[in-house]
């Protein structure tokens, strides 16, 4: 490999929640008993450095002393056309169509202000993501759940039929949309995407899509943008994109919309733009462009070939491993969503108990309640592949076998 993905970064003081949040807040996990290093798989960043064309570009960026007003630049929205081209196939995507949003949440909240009311209903898929629901319980949103299931393979997959009574019944006109899944991992079928769209199209639902993990899919999988699925779906969706999951960069802040409905887009541009906040960091721009520079997709097919390794030694670890834990191997995403409603009735045990267990040993991986998993572990593998391992082998000797 030409990328390093297996040295073990030590981010300790340097401003990552991950490490440095431990035991910190309600939702993050406790530090780790004295005898036992934190190993951070909780929170959805990655524990590898990121392609080196991005600190090389902010270097070169902040050499130059003054950093004032700016606007983005041609580059900037080349890039993405250039990414979204080449990742996605994507056609007929142009300037116009781009926005700047701070985070996804916030574009996905302007998007909810636009076409539906506060109060008004919602729907989106359980699991849930934990920043859907914050979002828009905080902002007077009232979220209608339709629960996925799992096939006879184990895999996730919409109820089409529950959608349809929840629209039909509900009087429900806005859709929160999430490809890949989160915290499911699966990455949708053409197929799928095809009748849940059908579904909003009867219903007159505005779709907002979140794909800000479009990118990490993992082997044997591909990702389609909703906006390609039909020209009622590209004329009806807001879709939602950021290079920080992909390339690592939360903490420089940047995501961005595409919206190709004229109307639909000069309405969200004025919504993000009513705060006075929505703005773009100069050193946010430079990174995305040297992010979606050739080298950034070198990078990240070395990184997918990691990732899918790591994904591969969990999955069968807990299931060699662990009886009574079960995990639907992820299509997309570096996250697991570990169900151990078995295991902790065999053993007598809360999760509340099975989570302190892996705390104890350093083990930091999130409680899967906050996500609408009852009994449920959510964890990172984006860690180096001796890590993980470590991780596991923790796991195994003192908590799920001790």
């Not at 570009?57 to 993405?80: C, K, Q, V, W």
């Not at 499911?184 to 059908?198: D, I, K, N, P």
């Not at 195994?396 to 076998?401: E, G, K, L, P, T």
């Amino acid at each position: 490999m030409n990328y390093d993905f297996t040295s073990i970064l030590d981010r300790r003081g340097r401003d990552a929640v991950a490490v440095d949040g431990l035991g910190a807040g309600p939702f993050a996990p406790a530090a780790p008993k004295e005898g036992f290093d934190a190993i951070p798989m909780w929170i959805a960043d990655m524990n590898f450095p990121t392609v080196p064309t991005v600190p090389a570009a902010l270097a070169e960026r902040a050499r130059h002393p003054a950093y004032g007003y700016f606007s983005p630049t041609d580059e900037y929205f080349n890039g993405i056309r250039g990414w979204q081209e080449t990742r996605n196939g994507v056609t007929g995507l142009t300037r116009e169509c781009i926005g700047y949003e701070n985070g996804v949440l916030g574009g996905v909240i302007s998007a909810l202000n636009v076409v539906c009311s506060r109060g008004g209903k919602v729907l989106l898929h359980s699991p849930t993501y934990v920043g859907f629901t914050s979002a828009l319980s905080n902002n007077g949103y009232d979220m209608v759940l339709s629960p996925m299931t799992r096939d006879e393979k184990g895999v996730w997959r919409m109820d089409f039929a529950d959608m349809e009574e929840k629209l039909r019944t509900q009087n429900i006109h806005a859709a929160v949309f999430c490809s890949p899944h989160n915290p499911c991992g699966r990455v949708w079928e053409r197929w799928e995407l095809e009748q849940a769209m059908a579904l909003f199209e009867k219903y007159d639902v505005t779709v907002i899509s979140d794909e800000i993990w479009s990118d990490l899919i993992l082997p044997g999988h591909k990702h389609i943008p909703t906006q390609m699925v039909s020209e009622w779906a590209r004329q009806n969706t807001v879709a939602m994109y950021a290079p920080s999951k992909t390339f690592n960069l939360a903490g420089l802040v940047g995501s961005y919309h595409i919206i190709y409905n004229k109307r639909l887009r000069d309405r969200v541009l004025k919504e993000s733009s009513l705060c006075h906040y929505n703005e773009m960091n100069v050193l946010s721009m430079h990174a995305l462009i040297a992010a979606y520079k050739p080298e950034g997709r070198a990078w990240l097919e070395e990184l997918l070939e990691v990732l899918g390794g790591n994904v591969d030694y969990a999955c069968d670890y807990i299931r060699q491993h662990f009886k009574g834990v079960e995990t639907f191997h992820p299509q997309g995403t570096y996250m697991l969503f570990v169900d151990c409603t078995e295991w902790c009735a065999a053993h007598g045990r809360t999760i509340d108990q099975l989570e302190k267990a892996c705390w104890d040993v350093g083990v930091a991986v999130q409680d899967g309640r906050a996500f609408h998993g009852p009994c449920h572990l959510r964890m990172n593998l984006a860690l180096p592949l001796s890590r993980v391992r470590e991780a596991f082998r923790r796991l195994d000797r003192y908590v799920f076998n001790a």
